[in-house]
């Protein structure tokens, strides 16, 4: 099993950015997907989560309306497009895999290895 996350990087208030996990090792289409995120100093939160098929989605209340979770099964990826990003989204992404076809905000048991997101001026 591996989640493998990229895209990461600095940017400065403001700009965008797509996070992707590749994910391969097991049954990606019928397992809900989440992004987490863990900043300096925080414990680990949900940020946005997909159901199985990508119609039903979550987001965190600090992030909707900038971010947006997407999956294509085809390709066994899941994305989170970042926009307007502010300094308080610095952390480390994790994109992890729920043994469940809905999303939920616990109950995952496979985790990618994490992309450092830095936003500053």
């Known amino acids: 099993v591996q989640l493998q996350a990229s895209g990461g990087g600095l940017a400065q208030p403001g700009d965008s950015l797509r996070l992707s996990c590749a994910a391969s090792g097991f049954t990606f289409g019928n397992r809900a997907m989440g992004w987490f995120r863990q900043g300096p100093g925080k414990e680990r939160e949900l940020v946005a989560a997909?159901?199985?098929?990508?119609?039903?989605?979550y987001y965190a209340d600090s992030v909707k309306g900038r971010f947006t979770i997407s999956r294509d099964n085809a390709k066994k990826m899941v994305y989170l497009r970042m926009n307007s990003v502010k300094p308080e989204d610095t952390a480390v992404y994790y994109c992890?895999?729920?043994?469940?076809?809905?999303?939920?905000?616990?109950?995952?048991?496979?985790w990618g290895q994490g992309t450092l997101v830095t936003v500053s001026s």
């Open positions: 992890a895999a729920r043994p469940y076809m809905n999303w939920g905000t616990t109950g995952y048991d496979y």
């Open positions: 997909v159901n199985w098929s990508g119609g039903t989605t």
